[in-house]
């Protein structure tokens, strides 16, 4: 091997010599016997470094993975000879390599055994077992290793295989069923007592690889006093535990018949409590990772107890069903104990166990006061659990927080099983918890009070206000309604704590029914928005989240403040005016105004006083937005620094979002109009459309008119028609691949809001939409990059979403206006996709433009044509595209496009009756070496789907095929 080219693989390498390794990688790749060089270079240790050992093993990957398929016999046997040499090597050489070597070296192993055993290499396990007679430390490390490797490669889950390597997979199980697993086992046996007095890693490696197999084998081979006794025993050796607890808890995972499994873990529990396993507690942080496995242990046993009561019970064996139970409630403090342990890795270990226990309780017809307590136990348990620690920091969240964060959620699921299980114990439990918290809110600490809130406010979402919390005959005297009682009126919005102040507004807006029974309290709470416990607080999360809040809280109560609208937007207006350049440093951020417009927008048309007021409060609020554009826009050519230009645009695109956003509270423009503020919005048309004349950072600025254009499409209706040309044009000059994307929705909602009256506009552009979206999905871009591949079909569906806009809206004229070869280019791209495009999604689209060009354009000779091309071109396209291999249809959006094809052809049918089906049977079928018995093509070409037959079919009642 070239020595000069192996100077990149170094960390301490140039690029220059990085980029000459990387080619040489590649060639070696391609050259036929570069595995060979590379494999005798690793054998023979000509090569000792690290880097070259692992690239050499990279390029044997490459062949096997690529060509050792389709090698000959002699080339197989060469590779199988040199793997089986690196197992006979170090005990030649006495040398060992690193993991990450000797874990690529295993995977080479599993790769050739998936493409080789059992047709070619037969003897592959007898081969590996025969190497350990050597007994050498370094040769059952990497038999080990390589049985972990084949494990990975054909049994696991995580791993999506395709049907045909799922068939190879099981006959790789069966045949070693067959053959080799007891000498398998048998092996691993003989390890392990060999070597757990002096060496602990290869003892822990075998139990893994137990684990790993017994999910398939015959569980007789491994849940047996041979091999029980070494594992409970190993349970007391500290270096053995974590590992033999992982394996305990593969052999109680297995799948088993029920009873065989209630046998197995019975027998296993009774051995763990005589030992006193499961009753030990962590002493230190190293035994609580052991405790961990244990509670993962713990949880085994409770689900495999669970899984076996549901099979009993489904079977209808109700005798064994409660035998089942009995086991199951006996391992109750098991749970209790692990749930509730201080360290949140064992309690979490344990949550699926508790999930399941309380599906077992659903399943019952009421439970047992033992039950229920035990249901109680849980439910104070979680509660417990779920509470900060002091030291939680709030403002810089790091791996512990994160951690504690998503073990909430997974306490959550188990909270929200209990409520749904029984409601009235949660109801109680949370009313009862929440009274005593603010009863005693001065001296309770913050994360009593704030778990207090929590819980009320998940109740809230495992038990949905359907109409009855807040109103009836009997809401003011429900504990819901008693509950935002206490909340309201307490001084929780005073508690110094961001976490409970947070919480107190989350609980505002989520009970915002409770303001439309009570709407005394709306003026109390909107207060707490405003003030300093709220959007004027001296945290920055708390007015970020707030501002967020408002917005949610004024949505639903907007009614009930139409008398204090213009107060509370003179509250606030301070804060709408700040308008920062940047967020660094802001008050509110960019995103939390959009908040605060929003809500500004929903005011001033909520507020009681004449639509001139309206009109005048609507201008007020977006003026000073507007007068900053213009101020900026000039800025844009005038400033040389390139960061403060970037600065300025990002800004300019704020401020447009801005005013975009006040729009929001307006569904059309018939309310616009009647607010009196549609005038607002058309003035302010013209300044944001200067956006477009800006040259540099267009990317940003088009975005931020197109969010504009949008809703004005919605808000100021035929008003906005003049200023389109202008503003489509603009948009389109210099349009990248991402620009087009997101120009494409803005045309579609233009054409259908508009429909025909944008013809005459669109059908001078028509052809510059095509040729630049055509332009960017055609340039080039390297096929390894997923983002840019998933960006440029995006970019195809946009394209295919445009044609269909103006299909579908009575704008066809826009095509049909096009010169012949101008329309013939468009039909072909609309071909291709429906042929060729990866997602059938997408060909559902094309073939539905198809059928509607068909519809529109089949009966008539309005466009010069159209019916050659469809007898040539798009009928063939029908059959080609359900006969290919990759049209699976098992794919409901596959099935869909099944259903556009058949769509085509019946309008074919409709519009052309006779001429279609003689083309059909005496010119396109026999074509493609078809029967001319329609019903018999129509079976083969729909492969078994009776969808296109009764295509043909039903619009003749049955008497299209006696007429062919």
């Known amino acids: 091997m070239n020595e000069a080219y192996l100077r990149g693989l170094y960390h301490n390498s140039t690029a220059g010599e990085r980029e000459v390794a990387m080619q040489y990688y590649h060639q070696l790749q391609a050259a036929v016997d570069g595995w060979s060089l590379c494999a005798v270079d690793f054998t023979q240790r000509i090569h000792t470094d690290e880097p070259v050992r692992f690239f050499c093993l990279q390029v044997v990957e490459h062949h096997i993975r690529e060509r050792h398929s389709a090698a000959d016999d002699e080339t197989s046997m060469k590779l199988r000879k040199l793997l089986l040499s690196w197992l006979q090597e170090p005990f030649i050489s006495g040398l060992a390599d690193k993991n990450f070597v000797k874990n690529k070296m295993a995977q080479l192993f599993a790769m050739a055994c998936v493409v080789d055993y059992p047709s070619r290499w037969v003897s592959f396990f007898s081969d590996l077992l025969s190497c350990l007679s050597t007994g050498h430390l370094v040769v059952v490390d990497l038999y080990l290793r390589i049985l972990l490797a084949v494990d990975v490669e054909v049994v696991d889950r995580d791993i999506v295989h395709t049907p045909e390597e799922n068939q190879r997979n099981t006959l790789i199980k069966d045949t070693m069923r067959d053959h080799c697993v007891f000498s398998l086992v048998e092996s691993w046996y003989q390890i392990m007592v060999t070597f757990e007095q002096y060496d602990h890693e290869i003892t822990c490696l075998v139990m893994k690889v137990v684990g790993a197999y017994v999910s ?219 009274v005593t918290m603010l009863n005693n809110l001065d001296t309770e600490g913050f994360m009593n009070v704030e778990v207090a809130l929590r819980f009320f406010y ?130 509110l951020s960019s995103n939390d105004l959009l908040f605060m417009y929003e809500a500004a927008g929903i005011l001033v048309v909520t507020s009681n006083t004449s639509s001139e007021r309206r009109c005048l409060l609507m201008n007020q609020l977006i003026r000073p937005a507007l007068d900053k554009l213009i101020y900026y826009y000039p800025k844009m050519s005038e400033v040389g620094d390139a960061t403060k230009l970037e600065g300025y645009a990002m800004f300019l695109y704020q401020l447009m979002s801005y005013i975009s956003r006040t729009t929001k509270v307006f569904p059309n423009q018939q309310i616009t109009r009647q607010s009196g503020c549609l005038q607002c919005f058309a003035e302010a048309l013209p300044v944001i459309l200067k956006g477009l004349e800006v040259p540099i950072h267009k990317e940003t600025l088009h975005s931020g008119v197109r969010q504009y254009l949008h809703r004005m499409i919605i808000c100021l209706g035929d008003e906005l028609l003049n200023y389109v040309p202008m503003a489509i044009t603009l948009l389109l000059k210099d349009c990248q691949s991402q620009n087009i994307q997101e120009f494409i929705p803005l045309i579609n909602q233009l054409i259908t809001k508009y429909k025909h009256r944008m013809s005459p506009f669109l059908q001078e552009v028509f052809m510059s939409i095509i040729h630049t979206i055509l332009k960017c999905s055609s340039e080039p871009y390297d096929p390894r990059d997923e983002e840019a591949a998933r960006d440029k079909q995006n970019l195809q569906k946009c394209y295919y979403h445009f044609i269909s806009s103006l299909v579908n809206n009575n704008a066809l004229e826009v095509i049909s206006s096009q010169g012949s070869s101008q329309l013939n280019e468009v039909l072909d791209s609309i071909v291709q996709g429906a042929m060729e495009f990866p997602d059938p999604s997408g060909q559902k689209i094309c073939f539905g433009i198809l059928k509607k060009l068909i519809e529109c354009w089949g009966q008539s000779q309005s466009v010069a044509g159209f019916m050659d091309y469809v007898y040539k071109t798009i009928i063939p396209s029908c059959f080609i595209v359900p006969m290919n291999s990759s049209f699976d249809l098992n794919d409901g959006h596959t099935f869909l496009a099944l259903g556009e094809i058949a769509g085509v052809l019946k309008t074919l049918y409709q519009k052309r009756g006779e001429e279609f089906l003689q083309f059909l049977v005496n010119t396109y079928l026999p074509s493609i070496n078809l029967s001319q018995d329609l019903t018999q093509v129509t079976n083969t070409v729909c492969n078994q789907t009776s969808f296109m037959i009764s295509l043909f079919i039903a619009p003749t009642s049955g008497n299209s095929a006696s007429r062919c």
């Open 216 to 434: 398939w084998i015959d569980i007789t081979y491994i849940a047996n006093d041979k091999f029980s006794s070494l594992l409970l025993r190993y349970l007391q050796v500290e270096q053995l535990q974590e590992s033999s607890c992982e394996c305990l808890t593969e052999i109680v995972s297995k799948g088993m018949d029920p009873m065989n499994k209630l046998q197995l873990v019975e027998s296993l529990t009774t051995t763990l409590k005589e030992m006193g396993i499961l009753t030990t507690s962590a002493s230190n942080d190293d035994d609580a990772d052991y405790q961990a496995k244990l509670s993962k242990l713990v949880n085994g046993i409770g689900m495999a107890l669970v899984i076996s009561y549901n099979k009993l019970l489904k079977g209808d064996n109700k005798e064994h069903a409660l035998i089942a139970l009995q086991a199951l409630e006996n391992k109750m403090p098991y749970l209790v104990r692990y749930l509730n342990d201080e360290d949140d890795d064992v309690s979490l270990a344990v949550i699926p166990f508790a999930i399941g226990y309380i599906g077992v309780l659903k399943s019952l017809d009421s439970m047992s006061k033992s039950q229920d307590e035990m249901l109680k136990q849980l439910l104070l348990i979680n509660i417990n659990k779920m509470k900060y620690d002091e030291g939680y920091s709030f403002l810089t969240e790091g791996e512990d927080e994160v951690m504690f964060m998503e073990y909430r959620r997974e306490l959550k699921v188990l909270f929200d099983n209990i409520t749904q299980l029984h409601s009235q114990l949660v109801l109680d439990t949370v009313n009862q918890l929440l």
């Open 458 to 587: 998940m109740l809230g979402e495992v038990l949905p206000d359907k109409g009855c919390h807040f109103s009836g005959p009997a809401a003011s005297s429900s504990p819901w309604h008693l509950m935002m009682d206490v909340v309201v009126n307490s001084r929780l919005s005073y508690h110094p704590h961001i976490a409970v102040k947070i919480q107190y507004f989350e609980l505002l807006v989520r009970y915002e029914r409770y303001f439309a029974a009570k709407p005394e309290h709306i003026s109390t709470v909107l207060e707490a928005f405003l003030d300093e416990r709220g959007i004027r607080n001296h945290h920055s999360m708390v007015r970020s989240r707030v501002s967020y809040l408002f917005l949610r809280f004024i949505k639903p109560v907007k009614n009930q403040l139409s008398g204090i609208a213009e107060q509370v937007l003179k509250r606030i207006e301070d804060l709408l005016f700040m308008l920062p350049e940047s967020d660094q440093g802001a008050y």
